[in-house]
T-cell receptor, first 113, second 111 residues
Framework: NAGVTQTPKFRILKIGQSMTLQCTQD?????MYWYRQDPGMGLKLIYY???????DKGEVPNGYNVSRSTTEDFPLRLELAAPSQTSVYFC????????????FGQGTRLTVV | EDKVVQSPLSLVVHEGDTVTLNCSYE??????LLWYKQEKKAPTFLFML????IEKKSGRLSSILDKKELFSILNITATQTGDSAIYLC???????????FGGGTRVLVKP
C-alpha cells in the first residue's frame, strides 16, 4: 500500500521556469490538499479538493494552479517560478468527512534560484 | 478567515521536564482538531479530538479539547530527546473538510 506519493523529492528551478509537482494516492480518498512549509514554520494551505473535478483555494494560492481530473491524482502547477516559492511542499489526503487523520506524502523540496 | 494559533513558538526543556503546548482556533463549522509531530520529514499523526473534555492519551503524550473556549492543549510528560520536533495543530471544518494548520511549536529537549 503506497499511500500518498509525491514526485519529485527535490528540484531546483530557475526564476521564470514552470513545473508540476505530482501527487498520487491509492487509498481512494476523496479529499486532497497541497501545503507549503517554509523553514521553521507551520503548513500553509495552497489548494484543496473535495473530489474529482472540484478544487478550492486555500490561504496562499497565488502563483499556483491545480487540477483534479481523477480521484487519485492532484498535481500542483507552478507557473513563472519565483524565489518566494522556495519551500517544502506536502500533499495530503483524507478518506471521507468522517475520517480521522490526514495522510501525508514525503514532501518535495523546491529551490528557485 | 479561519485561524489556528499555536503557542509558544518554541521552547527548550531538559529531559524529564513536562511540556504543555497550546492551540487556539477561530473556525466556522468546526469538526475536529488534530495534533501532529514533525521531525525531519512529513508530519506524523498523534491525536484527533472531536468532543470537549475527553482526554486522549498515548504513552507520555496526552491532549484535550475545550470547544467552548476554542482551544486544545498537548502535554508531554517525562520528556526525552526523541520528543524534539515541531508539533503541529490543525483544524478540520465540517463543510468541505478544509484542513488548516497552525504555525507549529518547535520543542527542543536537551539531555
Amino acid at each position: 500500500n503506497a499511500g500518498v506519493t509525491q514526485t519529485p523529492k527535490f528540484r531546483i528551478l530557475k526564476i521564470g521556469q514552470s513545473m508540476t509537482l505530482q501527487c498520487t494516492q491509492d487509498m481512494n480518498h476523496n479529499y486532497m490538499y497541497w501545503y507549503r512549509q517554509d523553514p521553521g514554520m507551520g503548513l500553509k494551505l495552497i489548494y484543496y479538493s473535495v473530489g474529482a473535478g472540484i478544487t478550492d483555494k486555500g490561504e496562499v494560492p497565488n502563483g499556483y494552479n491545480v487540477s483534479r481530473s481523477t480521484t487519485e491524482d492532484f498535481p500542483l502547477r507552478l507557473e513563472l517560478a519565483a524565489p518566494s516559492q522556495t519551500s517544502v511542499y506536502f500533499c495530503a489526503s483524507i478518506l471521507t468527512d468522517r475520517a480521522t487523520e490526514a495522510f501525508f506524502g514525503q514532501g518535495t523540496r523546491l529551490t528557485v534560484v | 478567515e479561519d485561524k489556528v494559533v499555536q503557542s509558544p513558538l518554541s521552547l527548550v526543556v531538559h529531559e524529564g521536564d513536562t511540556v504543555t503546548l497550546n492551540c487556539s482556533y477561530e473556525v466556522t463549522n468546526f469538526r475536529s482538531l488534530l495534533w501532529y509531530k514533525q521531525e525531519k520529514k512529513a508530519p506524523t499523526f498523534l491525536f484527533m479530538l472531536t468532543s470537549s473534555g475527553i482526554e486522549k492519551k498515548s504513552g507520555r503524550l496526552s491532549s484535550i479539547l475545550d470547544k467552548k473556549e476554542l482551544f486544545s492543549i498537548l502535554n508531554i510528560t517525562a520528556t526525552q530527546t526523541g520528543d524534539s520536533a515541531i508539533y503541529l495543530c490543525a483544524v478540520i471544518k465540517a463543510a468541505g473538510n478544509k484542513l488548516t494548520f497552525g504555525g507549529g511549536t518547535r520543542v527542543l529537549v536537551k539531555p
